[in-house]
């Protein structure tokens, strides 16, 4: 006899639950209320969070209240935990008798988390793949799901791709099988100086080039995958095409805001290993954890997370060749020489919030109410911003304003459809502005106002009819009625409709009755799908502008991090350096930025500097 059929018809949903998901991950099953745990899983569940293990007819249990995941998932990431969470497909008052739809929305792994209460705004939250080719060569792919950067590398140098992942901050590296197998026997070395990163094997299939490249022809919807530069670099299509799958597969969404793949050259950059960018304290301190002491603490002077993510991606790779250098420079001379604008800049930029990841959120479902308030809110600042930009003369702030869009169409559309105070939730109800539906807000009154009008009519036809004791009541078999006692039948008006006769009075009903009373019960679930359909409609209509916002975003994060280095310039009194093009490196005074800023002005002891070839 099959296992499955000694189990209740719960714990057989359960238990197909549990096989949807990878092995090692631990499931949290929606039961009413709360998040449950069974078997091995409760078992470790209950180390992670501390919880009591409890026993049902032998078998290990724990849980906790479904409003507590917020706070619990944090503790069961940090504890190295995939984690599968199975949610109610259905409102188990619509089940009648038979177990409620559940079903596995969405897998966590490091590597794809989206949820803000576990991401940190200041850092990508990448998830990479390594791949091999058939000549021996290295290929790498780095997805951040929440921004939808897409990037991918390729070299014969398996320590330039060990440092590119340390730069990348990857939480998770995917590999195929034979790839793993390869580790395993020391025939590849595995890198070793990426700390903290969690390595997930999957089927040799998902890496086929031939079946990558299929994946990503039909996700970008091209016919050939030239135009991202992969022509002739199977390796970082498979590397590509296996990361996409396994994201997607995990958050059980098509990723759609992930819109393009850059395929990189390694040798663009300056090479910083980890050991280099450790002991240098590039972007983070060598004692202790964060910025703080780091170049990047000292440098950081942005005012939204996508500046400051910007900024620590140009750090972790330093740009090596001249023009870009000097237009960079430009650009913050710019507005270091106009402090005023500066000021109004940053000033006016500090109320934009992540667009980047609220977007990601739109595409992946997960974006709230509240989110898309904050989505008009930031993209209502563009013009403004877009105004400032103007005013100054650097080519590269000209480029980055011509991509700066703006967005009066959608913004004018949420705040039409949004209220001024939506709630954390979609389900909390009250999401959308009155006004906005005319149904919505006759449901919304006869939820609130149906007992009001309900005596409205008892008064008014106890007026009409002068029958002081009529009454309007309700049960569940005739819904509302009209009850008169016998005493009063021969002033009941000819539009009464009979319904039912009882031994001291009869009941009846009326058209205008009738009306009022599919308006009033399930008023509230009807509001309540009304405006989720409401919010699906906007979402709807979010989603045609993903790619022009991401474009925007990104504008906008390095317009950020050039004012945030004008402004940092303008602090520490830095002067702009002349890039020769020959081998000297000159330095006069120069201070060491973070004991600097350490000892305070005017305490560092400038020291000269002359490198050159002889």
């Known amino acids: 006899m099959n296992e499955k059929d000694n189990l209740t018809p719960m714990m057989r949903q359960y238990r197909e639950a549990k096989e949807s998901i990878p092995p090692d991950a631990v499931l949290l099953f929606r039961l009413g209320d709360f998040y449950e745990e069974f078997f091995e899983d409760a078992e470790k569940v209950s180390a992670a969070l501390e919880l009591t293990l409890t026993r049902r007819q032998g078998v290990p249990m724990c849980g906790f209240p479904y409003h507590a995941l917020d706070s619990y998932l944090p503790r069961l990431v940090a504890a190295g935990l995939k984690v599968g969470i ?17 079903q596995v929305t969405r897998i ?34 780095a997805l951040d799901i929440t921004t939808g950067e897409f990037r991918a590398a390729h070299s014969d140098s398996p320590d330039k791709i060990e440092a590119e992942l340390g730069r990348l901050g990857a ?26 990163i969690l390595w997930t094997t999957i089927d040799d299939y998902d890496f086929d080039p031939a079946n990558a490249a299929e994946l990503l022809k039909t996700h970008f919807k091209v016919a050939t995958l ?10 970082a299509v498979s590397a590509a095409g296996a990361i996409l799958r396994y994201a997607a597969q995990n958050l059980r969404q098509d990723a759609s805001h992930v819109r393009k793949l850059e395929v990189y050259s390694l040798d663009r950059f300056l090479e910083l290993d980890q050991i280099s960018l450790r002991n240098l304290e590039v972007v983070d301190a060598m004692y202790g954890s964060g910025k703080s002491g780091s170049l990047l603490g000292v440098l950081d002077q942005t005012v939204t997370p996508m500046g400051g993510r910007k900024l620590r991606g140009w750090l972790l790779r330093p740009l090596r060749s001249h023009d870009p250098i000097v237009a960079r420079q430009d650009a913050v001379g710019d507005f270091k020489d106009d402090p005023l604008t500066l000021a109004e800049l940053r000033e ?40 400032l930009i103007a005013s100054l003369s650097a080519p590269l702030l000209g480029e980055l304003n011509a ?7 959608l913004t004018e559309r949420i705040d039409h459809t949004i209220s001024d105070a939506p709630p954390a939730l979609l389900a909390d109800g009250g999401v959308i502005r009155p006004g906005c539906s005319p149904l919505l807000d006759e449901l919304r009154a006869a939820a609130t ?3 009001g009008w309900l005596s409205d009519i008892q008064r008014r036809e106890q007026e009409r009819t002068n029958i002081k004791s009529l009454k309007v009541k309700f049960n569940s078999v005739f819904g509302y009625y009209i009850e008169i006692s016998k005493s009063n039948l021969d002033a009941v008006p000819d539009d009464y409709i009979r319904k039912q006769t009882l031994v001291n009075a009869e009941r009846f009903i009326t058209p205008e009755l009738k009306e009022l009373e599919s308006k009033i019960l399930g008023a509230e679930e009807k509001a309540q799908a009304l405006e989720i359909k409401l919010f699906g409609e906007l979402r709807d209509f979010a989603l045609g502008y993903t790619a022009r916002i991401q474009s925007a975003a990104d504008a906008l994060a390095e317009i950020d991090a050039l004012a945030g280095l004008a402004e940092c310039a303008r602090l520490h ?42």
Do not use: W
């Open 86 to 102: 199975a949610d109610q497909m259905e409102d188990p008052k619509l089940a009648q008798g038979k177990i409620v739809k559940r």
């Open 108 to 141: 966590l792994t490091p590597g794809t988390l989206t949820d803000n209460v576990l991401l940190n705004p200041d850092c990508n939250n990448f998830l990479a793949a390594l791949a091999r080719t058939k000549n021996g060569d290295i290929a790498l792919a």
């Open 171 to 196: 939480r998770e590296c995917v590999v195929s099988e034979s790839m793993e197998r390869e580790f395993a026997s020391g025939a590849l070395k595995r890198p070793s100086t990426v700390q903290k």
């Open 226 to 235: 030239d135009g991202f530069g992969c022509r002739d670099l199977p390796g």
């Open 348 to 387: 006016t930029i500090g109320v934009v919030r992540d667009l980047e990841r609220i977007v990601g959120r739109l595409n992946l479902g997960t974006v709230t109410p509240r989110d898309m308030q904050t989505l008009s809110f930031s993209l209502a600042v563009l013009p403004g911003v877009k105004t």
């Open 403 to 409: 991509r700066l869009e703006t967005f009066p169409d």
């Open 449 to 451: 106002d149906g007992k």
């Open 573 to 614: 009194h830095y002067n702009r350096p002349r890039i020769f093009e020959d081998d000297r490196l000159i330095i006069k005074g120069g201070r060491h930025p973070v004991l600097d800023d350490r000892l305070g002005s005017g305490n560092f002891v400038p020291n000269d500097c002359l490198l050159d070839g002889d």
